[in-house]
T-cell receptor, first 112, second 111 residues
Framework: KAGVTQTPRYLIKTRGQQVTLSCSPI?????VSWYQQTPGQGLQFLFE???????NKGNFPGRFSGRQFSNSRSEMNVSTLELGDSALYLC???????????FGDGTRLSIL | AQTVTQSQPEMSVQEAETVTLSCTYD???????LFWYKQPPSRQMILVIR??????QNATENRFSVNFQKAAKSFSLKISDSQLGDAAMYFC????????FGKGTKLTVNP
């Protein structure tokens, strides 16, 4: 079974631009969560989607948004990029019920 | 705030020896999960082991086992017969749909 796939692996943007990251979950997983990982703040929860609905949201500004499609694939969008948005963005999928989250390789976003 | 604390930023162990990584957490929930994830330099977060809080029996996965002390809110990871491939950042996490992570422990395995 294929794992969680995140694209692209690397991304370089400049301040003020916007970016869209993509995540394809493990087949059959309906829950997708997003995390931001930085050296200073560590791993922080962004949001979680289940059946195309946002169920949980972390403490991030409205510039961070996401969505989930009917095939459970998810996208995360960051608008008006700031230098502090430079981070590794990790996506995880989870089966229904009480399963553990399984992570993708992440997208490394660098803001110049 | 419901936090997860890993008090050891770095640990080292000799190959074939045993090492224990510490984790404490704070929660007001009665039913929750605890996890240990491993993140090698390749950066993928890999699930090592999980524990369901309502289960008293400590989880075990091959060379990896946990010591879960619910009353003390402690969840340590023991790695037996350490191998070079065990070198990585280890993160303790609590939650289910929304994981709260500790800051991590960098484990070095010396040959």
């Amino acid at each position: 079974k294929a794992g969680v796939t995140q694209t692209p692996r690397y991304l370089i943007k400049t301040r003020g631009q916007q970016v869209t990251l993509s995540c394809s979950p493990i087949s059959g997983h309906r829950s997708v969560s997003w995390y931001q990982q930085t050296p200073g703040q560590g791993l922080q929860f962004l949001f979680e989607y289940f059946s195309e609905t946002q169920r949980n949201k972390g403490n991030f500004p409205g510039r961070f948004s996401g969505r989930q499609f009917s095939n459970s694939r998810s996208e995360m969008n960051v608008s008006t990029l700031e230098l502090g948005d430079s981070a590794l963005y990790l996506c995880a999928s989870r089966p229904s019920g009480r399963g553990a989250q399984h992570f993708g390789d992440g997208t490394r976003l660098s803001i110049l | 705030a419901q936090t997860v604390t890993q008090s050891q930023p770095e640990m080292s162990v000799q190959e074939a020896e045993t090492v224990t990584l510490s984790c404490t957490y704070d929660t007001s929930e009665s039913d929750y999960y605890l996890f240990w994830y491993k993140q090698p330099p390749s950066r993928q977060m890999i699930l090592v082991i999980r524990q369901e809080a309502y289960k008293q029996q400590n989880a075990t996965e091959n060379r990896f086992s946990v010591n879960f002390q619910k009353a003390a809110k402690s969840f340590s990871l023991k790695i037996s017969d350490s191998q070079l491939g065990d070198a990585a950042m280890y993160f303790c996490a609590r939650g289910s749909e929304k994981l709260v992570f500790g800051k991590g422990t960098k484990l070095t395995v010396n040959p």
